[in-house]
Antibody
Framework: QGRLVQSGAEVKKPGASVKVSCKAPTYAFTGYTIHWVRQAPGQGLEWMGW????????RYSQRFQGRVSITRDTSARTEYLELSNLRSEDTAIYFC????????????WGQGTLVTVSS | EIVLTQSPDTLSLSPGERATLSCRATQNIRNSYIAWYQQKPGQAPRLLIYGASSRATGIPDRFSGSGSGTDFTLTIRRLEPEDFAVYYCQLYGSSSWTFGQGTKVEIK
């Protein structure tokens, strides 16, 4: 079904924001859902939120409410994760992953983007 | 908020042995919206099982999922060398998305 392609590694200072992109291949339909999941070094997976690429609806984990924003550019088939007020604990690999709808699991994953937060 | 707890944290087995991984939820899971993922070092996770027991496309039949309610299991019938990895269970659905902490299956 095609691979998701993410933007490159980022290095940010505490308090800054980061924006990571995820480009989807051409699909026969537009009603898919893109999730963002992060993984701190040596740790497990943490779900951050999703966007319905068709209608733009979003849902966020309460843990990141107020700091996270997931947006889309439908013409570019690209979704974005923006995380603000970065702290060292946000250092992680950020993955995007696609599902058919908000009620289905994550079928296709991006390669991951390393975000390092360091002063 | 539903929490998923996986056990054991690490499973040490030899190739050819059977692996049984557990995932327990703090509340009943409606519609058995439980998935299992495999992750190898330096790679993104890969979907193995969804709906608690349905294999994803291309997944070998040595992988099977079972369970309902609050208790779910991933079984790998005969471990192949490429199966040694970390496995995560996940609760999915429009308002509830969370992962278990993972079980590492390592070579004994």
């Amino acid at each position: 079904q095609g691979r998701l392609v993410q933007s490159g590694a980022e290095v940010k200072k505490p308090g800054a924001s980061v924006k990571v992109s995820c480009k989807a291949p051409t699909y026969a339909f537009t009603g898919y859902t893109i999730h963002w999941v992060r993984q701190a070094p040596g740790q497990g997976l943490e779900w951050m939120g999703w966007i319905n690429a068709g209608n733009g609806n979003t849902r966020y984990s309460q843990r990141f409410q107020g700091r996270v924003s997931i947006t889309r550019d439908t013409s570019a088939r690209t979704e974005y994760l923006e995380l603000s007020n970065l702290r060292s604990e946000d250092t992680a690999i950020y993955f995007c992953a696609r599902g058919v709808s908000p009620e289905t699991p994550m079928i296709t994953w991006g390669q991951g983007t390393l975000v390092t937060v360091s002063s | 908020e539903i929490v998923l707890t996986q056990s054991p944290d690490t499973l040490s087995l030899s190739p050819g042995e059977r692996a049984t991984l557990s995932c327990r939820a703090t509340q009943n899971i409606r519609n058995s919206y439980i998935a299992w993922y495999q992750q190898k070092p330096g790679q993104a996770p890969r979907l193995l099982i969804y709906g608690a027991s349905s294999r994803a496309t291309g997944i070998p039949d040595r992988f099977s999922g079972s369970g309902s309610g609050t208790d779910f299991t991933l079984t790998i019938r005969r471990l192949e060398p490429e199966d040694f990895a970390v496995y995560y269970c996940q609760l999915y659905g429009s308002s509830s998305w969370t992962f278990g902490q993972g079980t590492k299956v390592e070579i004994k």
